[in-house]
């Protein structure tokens, strides 16, 4: 079994490393010094796997510190009196949550479709080996950052808890992937692409970890009660996992060749969503259309057509940001030291709002819709790259994609009133900047995401980003966003300068638009 294992890692590092030696030949750089002859070299495919292995390695502990870091660090931010109990109940909420989202063993990867599809590699001895693997990995990297963060940070009178964390994650794994199997073999689909039960189950375990902020926790002794059931569960979930004999079959349901050579099935159901017109949707209403000519009702029934799925994520973040204000009210009314707290980061730190406001925009899933939907194909004609025709659909485009944008900006904006108002903060002044300044976050990420796609158009018919420019872009955009979180500054001022900003970036986004992208908005 474990040689099974060892040799499904062998494939796994060879393809990396031909990868890497593909991407590596299409630099300019090195363009002209690497040849077919290098795949044959023994010591520079050595050296490189070697770096390979290293990588993956120094991720894989890189990820999961980061994991428990994030926990520690929001802990000692917001519950500092409290970062025992609120640490522990934050971990065990979460790991609950991984338990339905972070499934792994029927994810679709490069490394199953070769093992199991193309080698005939034994399926049950495959499935079997990986269960193995995850459990030795998955192990040694928690009782690693656990033994760290909750023994020495934390500093836990007792090892106890750690004992209790550590087998209680495991078993979780166990129990999830258990149950993700069975609901597939009576749905026959993967339970977290229903997007109902999967922003229900979202939902509650995120708004549990805000528990703490009311003083409750999950007590101890329920924590050891649970870690007990779930190790009684855990081992009766390993007995089922061993005994799957169908797992080939399984497998070769749920990895089309098209869906293996993606590291993530979830783009395929994402690509599937944007695709998935239902037939109500096809039917658009003629008051939508009536009076419209030319590009302006091109645009309007592509977006009515697809709106249930470019709003759907809106709607999401509006609900989500709702509940938020809602539990920052609660609080306020509960307990007055919150109101000056609040009342401060709102009239001074509204910088945070733009990396928030960085996630929350839509923009770039709906420029991958447009694209995927409608631009692949329109591209093929010239008459389509015209400036004219360019800048007339970006502003019509620019137009819906803020409306949908400004549906979650919204609540935000408003909650951020409803909590000054609460907090005893009296100047319309302050309402209004305040309100403001989301909203012109909102279009200036819409205008941003926009002017990306058109200006560097990273996509290929399969919607695989093909331009480093592009993601660069992003980075550098998330950094920005980042930095200006440290940004101490009056809302009314902040207001004014972003009122500016967006305005100038809007007619240089323009003006850009139409010089720049006939010449980059094109098929890769």
């Not at 080698?119 to 693997?133: C, L, Q, V």
């Not at 920005?480 to 009314?492: C, G």
Request: glycine share 2%; aromatic share 18%.
């Amino acid at each position: 079994m474990f040689r099974l294992l060892f040799k499904t890692l062998d494939i796994e590092n060879t393809y990396t490393i031909n990868s890497f030696i593909y991407i590596l030949s299409k630099l300019p750089i090195l363009k002209d010094l690497i040849t077919n002859d290098i795949y044959k070299s023994k010591i520079i495919k050595g050296f490189i796997g070697v770096f390979v292995r290293l990588f993956i390695l120094a991720r894989a502990i890189f990820l999961k510190f980061m994991y428990y870091f994030l926990i520690f660090f929001i802990t000692y931010k917001m519950f500092f009196s409290t970062m025992v109990s609120s640490f522990l109940h934050i971990y065990f909420v979460l790991t609950i949550l991984g338990m339905f989202i972070n499934n792994k063993l029927l994810n679709t990867n490069k490394k199953k479709y070769f093992s199991l599809l193309l080698f005939n590699m034994d399926a049950t001895e495959y499935f079997r080996a990986n269960i193995f693997y995850n459990i030795i990995t998955n192990t040694i990297l928690n009782t690693a950052c656990i033994t760290i963060f909750v023994y020495y940070f934390l500093a836990c009178p007792t090892y106890l808890h750690c004992i209790m964390l550590i087998i209680f994650t495991l078993c979780a794994r166990l129990i999830g992937e258990m149950m993700n199997i069975m609901f597939y073999r009576k749905y026959h689909y993967i339970w977290y692409t229903n997007n109902s039960l999967y922003f229900t189950v979202l939902v509650i375990c995120i708004g549990s970890c805000f528990l703490p902020f009311l003083k409750l926790f999950i007590p101890l002794k329920a924590m050891y009660i649970i870690t007990l059931l779930s190790t009684i569960m855990g081992m009766i979930s390993l007995v089922y996992l061993l005994k799957i004999k169908d797992y080939r079959l399984i497998y070769k349901k749920l990895n089309m060749v098209t869906n293996a050579m993606d590291s993530k099935n979830e783009k395929d159901y994402l690509r599937q969503a944007m695709v998935d017109v239902r037939e109500k949707d096809k039917i658009i209403n003629n008051k939508k259309i009536k009076n419209k000519h030319g590009y302006d009702m091109f645009n309007t029934i592509f977006f009515e057509r697809h709106k249930e799925i470019l709003v759907r994520s809106a709607r999401k973040y509006a609900f989500i940001s709702f509940i938020v204000y809602g539990i920052l009210s609660v609080l306020i009314i509960k307990d007055i030291n919150y109101n000056q707290k609040i009342r401060y980061f709102l009239q001074n730190q509204l910088s945070w709002f733009v990396i928030i406001m960085f996630f929350i925009n839509r923009g770039a899933i709906i420029t991958q819709a447009m694209f995927f939907n409608c631009d692949h194909a329109m591209l093929q004609y010239n008459f389509y790259r015209e400036p004219k025709t360019i800048v007339s659909l970006f502003k019509k485009r620019l137009i819906t994609i803020a409306k949908v944008n400004l549906l979650p900006a919204f609540v935000i904006g408003i909650g951020n009133v409803v909590l000054l108002v609460l907090s005893s903060e009296y100047s319309w002044m302050i309402y209004i900047t305040t309100f403001l300044y989301i909203i012109l976050l909102s279009i200036f990420f819409s205008i941003h995401y926009l002017v990306l796609y058109y200006l560097l158009q990273p996509f290929n018919k399969n919607l695989e980003v093909k331009r480093a420019s592009y993601s660069f872009a992003t980075l550098i955009t998330y950094m920005i966003s980042y930095w200006l979180t440290n940004i101490v500054i009056h809302s009314l001022t902040l207001t004014i300068i972003v009122i500016i900003f967006v305005i100038l970036y809007t007619i240089i986004a323009l003006y850009l638009v139409k010089k720049v992208s006939p010449k980059t908005f094109k098929l890769k």
